[in-house]
């Protein structure tokens, strides 16, 4: 599904990616974990065209979309969520849904409201559908930042730090969420530094440090990496 070969980016001196290379298959989670400042905010904003790279290729669906702009690849179904969310605060929930589906996805507002109201059944948001968005406690602005993606129709979701901040309980309603959204066969890639998501909630795990890729395995696998360890030098949050 999604194909990034050797991409890397510096802004001045500073070289933040070397050289990433990994892929996502269809219908998997891949997780992506990294110290403070490795990258990963930087990747998705490559990935979703916001920046472009200093050298490699990325392949979504088998096409070249290296140098595709952002609104190219949201049409082509790329959504993402961001590590700040920024929802519209002034509308209600079903609004931001609704706004989300018609500018990313070039349908009508009919269309837009039926997949809304579908959306808002995925992400557990039903009961709040008229409530304002600025109204909504840490949670329900992550199922919202989270739904505001899917409005887009995305084959492959780009989640960044969503779980971040919430208490266990929660982070088990987001594992389930995410579960749900891969079953409805949406690729999925997850940046977290909550472990316990990545070791639960992901099929392949990529670790990154210092712009380069350390290991990308199964979850388990790298959690037990001496190499991942020595990355965190056991600052690692669980
Ligand atoms: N537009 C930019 N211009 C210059 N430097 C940038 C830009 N965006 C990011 N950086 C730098 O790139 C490095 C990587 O940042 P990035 O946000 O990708 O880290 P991260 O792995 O997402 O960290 P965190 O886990 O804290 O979210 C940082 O040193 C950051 O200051
Ligand atoms: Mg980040």
């Known amino acids: 599904m999604l194909n990034v070969e050797d991409i890397?980016?510096?802004?001045g001196n500073h070289h933040v990616l070397k050289s990433l290379t990994f892929s996502v298959e269809k219908n998997e989670v891949l997780g992506v974990i990294g110290p403070n400042g490795s990258g990963k905010t930087v990747m998705l904003n490559i990935l979703t065209g916001i920046l472009r790279p200093t050298k490699g290729k990325i392949f979504f669906c088998g096409q070249d979309i290296t140098t595709k702009n952002i609104t190219e690849r949201c049409r082509m179904g790329l959504g993402r969520t961001f590590q700040v969310p920024r929802p519209f605060e002034k509308m209600t929930v079903f609004e931001n849904i609704v706004v989300g589906g018609v500018y990313s996805s070039q349908i009508s507002e009919k269309e837009a409201k039926t997949r809304a109201m579908k959306i808002m059944q995925m992400t557990d948001l039903?009961?709040?559908?008229?409530?304002?968005?600025?109204?909504?406690g840490l949670l329900d602005r992550k199922r919202l930042e989270i739904a505001r993606a899917l409005a887009g129709n995305p084959k492959i979701l780009l989640l960044d730090e969503v779980a971040g901040g919430l208490t266990d309980s929660e982070i088990t309603d987001i594992l389930t969420m995410v579960k749900g959204i891969k079953e409805k066969g949406i690729s999925i890639i997850w940046i977290e530094h909550v472990l316990r998501t990545m070791s639960q909630g992901t099929d392949r795990v990529l670790c990154v440090s210092e712009g380069e890729n350390v290991i990308c395995d199964l979850p388990g696998l790298v959690m037990q990496s001496k190499?991942?360890?020595e990355v965190y030098l056991g600052a690692i949050e669980e």
Do not use: E, M, R
């Open 8 to 11: 890397g980016i510096s802004f």
């Open 126 to 136: 039903s009961n709040k559908g008229d409530w304002y968005a600025g109204k909504l």
């Open 227 to 229: 190499k991942v360890h």
